[in-house]
């Protein structure tokens, strides 16, 4: 526990634990949506560009933000880092796919209609496999408790893609809230590793505040 404290900076911790409050109130909305609560429409997980949808694509856009601070700070640090800016732009496409819902798309062509709209995993499949290869491999240098928490999102994500290959025989308001809140767990869990990483680079490159702060305004002029 200790060494988690350690590792974990308090504004991430503080920044997560927001996520998880908005998650939460999130799923209440889908709850009032399913009971017929007056003015929930907007929190139907069963359905895109919606707050859920909005929400998620925010948060796979802070993960991909990260992972380019951590191909800038690796490139300052000598260590192999060309791997985050892959990384990043998957997070980046994932988001965009979240907001344009091109896997429902993908499903009704590939499974001949909108009830089997749920086959789309297994045409991504082999794009997750890759994605999740490459997250395996740049989480290996990370320390061992920070990466404990980067596979914890990665299994998240395989467990949305379990649930959508299930839910063609037994899709229920149930496995929709479980899948859509594992999905915005996952990229909260990926996002407080990569976040904790990040922050100890910055103070091991930049000792001062200061310097930290003026650093972080180049590289976000780097990576513009």
Known sequence: METFRALIPRW?????????????????GFIGYIK??????QFNMD??????????????????????GMWLTGSRMNRPSIQWL???????????????????????AVGGGTENVSVWPLVYAPIA??????????????P??????????????????VLEVLSLTAES??????????EMLGTALMFAALASELTHRFLALYPEPRQAAEAAREMAVEAT
């Not at 359905?47 to 380019?68: D, Q, R, Y």
């Not at 061992?144 to 893609?161: C, H, N, Q, T």
Request: aromatic residues 8%; hydrophobic residues 60%; contains cysteine.
């Open 12 to 28: 991430v911790v503080s920044l997560v634990a927001a996520f998880l409050v908005v998650q939460v109130a999130l799923s209440l």
């Open 36 to 41: 017929g609560v007056p003015g929930t429409r």
């Open 47 to 68: 359905s895109e560009l919606n707050l859920p949808a909005w929400w998620s694509s925010s948060l796979l856009i802070a993960a991909g933000l990260v992972c380019v």
């Open 86 to 108: 892959g990384i990043a732009s998957g997070f980046f496409l994932l988001s965009a796919e979240e907001i344009a819902a091109i896997h429902e798309d993908v499903g009704v």
């Open 129 to 142: 496999a890759v994605f999740i290869w490459m997250m395996l491999r740049a989480v290996r240098e990370l």
């Open 144 to 161: 061992r408790p920070i990466a404990f928490i980067a596979v914890g999102g990665l299994m998240s994500y395989v467990g949305v893609l």
């Open 173 to 182: 308001n149930v496995t929709i809230l479980i899948e859509e809140n594992l």
